[in-house]
């Protein structure tokens, strides 16, 4: 049977550490759901369809490389009701530092005990994209601040285009 993942996030915006995890994650399971977070109250910058598109296009070379068929939706409640919607057996996290572990790991443990039959996959942060936060990314971006290192060209240019609307 074909084993289906689902990464959910915000991806506002999509940065080199989401891409490695989605890399990683496409090695793991045969179809990968990326699941982007529109929750009301949370403010992106960036709006869930320019995100959606944005995604679909740095994912292309993941999905070509390694055959793995990676989707992406919207999500605007639970992660484990959205992955079952989407028929995932796993969810997949990122864990870049103590603070993601502490924060993951308890949202992983109430996961699996509303969802028993969805178990959730920690991949450690990657050494060159761990320090790497959406959030910074912004506030950097904000500032004038070179975020090439960062984020992919793709994301740069809506970045640009989203912080001239603010
Ligand atoms: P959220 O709003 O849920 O934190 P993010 O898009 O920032 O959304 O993160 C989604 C997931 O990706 C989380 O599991 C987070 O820990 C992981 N993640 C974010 N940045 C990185 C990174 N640089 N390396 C590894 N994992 C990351």
């Given amino acids: 049977?074909?084993?289906?993942?689902?990464?959910?996030?915000?991806?506002?915006?999509?940065?080199?550490?989401?891409?490695?995890?989605?890399?990683?994650?496409?090695?793991?399971?045969?179809?990968?759901?990326?699941?982007?977070?529109?929750?009301?109250?949370?403010?992106?910058?960036?709006?869930?369809?320019?995100?959606?598109?944005?995604?679909?296009?740095?994912?292309?070379?993941?999905?070509?490389?390694?055959?793995?068929?990676?989707?992406?939706?919207?999500?605007?409640?639970?992660?484990?009701?959205a992955a079952r919607r989407h028929h995932a057996g796993l969810i997949i996290r990122g864990l870049r530092d103590a603070s993601d572990f502490d924060y993951e790991v308890q949202m992983g443990q109430m996961n699996g005990a509303m969802a028993p039959d969805i178990e959730t996959v920690f991949l450690a942060a990657s050494p060159a994209t761990r320090m790497i936060a959406s959030s910074l990314v912004k506030q950097i971006a904000k500032m004038g601040g070179d975020i090439t290192l960062f984020i992919p060209k793709e994301a740069q240019d809506v970045m640009a285009a989203a912080l001239k609307r603010l």
Avoid: C, W
């Avoid at 045969?30 to 960036?46: E, M, N, R, Y």
């Avoid at 598109?53 to 990676?70: D, F, Q, S, Y």
């Fill in 1 to 81: 049977m074909a084993r289906t993942g689902f990464y959910p996030g915000s991806f506002d915006p999509v940065t080199y550490g989401h891409l490695d995890i989605i890399a990683r994650a496409a090695r793991l399971v045969d179809k990968l759901v990326l699941g982007v977070g529109v929750h009301h109250g949370k403010q992106a910058l960036i709006d869930a369809e320019t995100r959606i598109n944005l995604l679909e296009n740095v994912i292309r070379p993941i999905a070509e490389h390694t055959g793995v068929k990676i989707t992406v939706a919207t999500f605007d409640g639970l992660a484990v009701d």
